[in-house]
């Protein structure tokens, strides 16, 4: 149980574009979900978290307006690059959870390149 | 603010031997605390948590952790590693978000090389 899906696994774009990335909770109801982005050889550094239907809460330093994040339902949340450069080439995570004290389940990333 | 230390960034061990891997926070109070692995190119698997209770933990795949307030230390365990136990490890603490949720910040991994 707790599963928990990325889409896509790894997607490559040219600079300028904005990309979707989508994270599903397929056997749970997520009242939250977390998004994490980890640079090579390093830590999961959290950008943002949200619950659904509310906005979402980001770290500082993250830029919301170039990250946005929809959670439109217990079981979807969807992260968009928007304008994305190469210094946004990343493993995006998410994660996810149904309530409080609970444990997070995590996705399996998204490699995502801009040339 | 929540911290998580791990301080070796690259432990090698033989298949069979056992395996410590250190890890140390600080936090004001009584902390959450998990271990996760990753495999390469992957998500984290949750290997087991601290909330309270007893301060020896068991997890999944034979690992264990234990909790010692004195020392703020977390750190994971495991009698006799395989070679796929080879993957990244994470610790983290976790602190109660605005929604209710832990909000994990992560140490900087240990990755385990395994040699047979």
């Known amino acids: 149980g707790a599963v928990v899906s990325q889409h896509p696994s790894w997607v490559i774009c040219k600079s300028g574009t904005s990309v979707k990335i989508e994270c599903r909770s397929l056997?749970?109801?997520?009242?939250?979900m977390f998004w994490y982005r980890q640079f090579p050889k390093q830590s999961l550094m959290l950008m943002a978290t949200?619950?659904?239907?509310?906005?979402?809460?980001?770290e500082q330093g993250v830029e919301k307006d170039k990250f946005l994040i929809n959670h439109a339902s217990l079981t979807l949340s969807t992260l968009t690059v928007t304008s994305a450069h190469p210094e946004d080439s990343s493993f995006y995570i998410c994660s996810a959870s149904w309530g409080k004290t609970q444990p997070q389940h995590f996705g399996d990333g998204t490699r995502l390149s801009i040339l | 603010a929540q911290s998580v230390t791990q301080p070796d960034i690259h432990i090698t061990v033989s298949e069979g031997a056992s395996l410590e891997l250190r890890c140390n926070y600080s936090y004001g109070a009584t902390p959450y605390l998990f271990w996760y692995v990753q495999s390469p190119g992957q998500g984290l698997q949750l290997l087991l948590k601290?909330?309270?209770?007893?301060?020896l933990v068991q997890g999944i795949k034979g690992f264990e952790a234990e909790f010692k307030r004195s020392q703020s230390s977390f750190n994971l365990r495991k009698p006799s590693v395989h070679w796929s136990d080879a993957a990244e490890y994470f610790c983290?603490?976790?602190?109660?978000?605005?929604?209710?949720?832990?909000?994990?910040?992560f140490g900087t991994g240990t990755r385990l090389t395994i040699i047979p």
């Open positions: 983290a603490v976790g602190l109660i978000s605005n929604f209710g949720n832990e909000k994990l910040t």
């Open positions: 056997d749970f109801q997520a009242t939250t």
């Open positions: 949200s619950n659904e239907g509310s906005k979402a809460t980001y």
């Open positions: 601290y909330f309270s209770g007893d301060t």
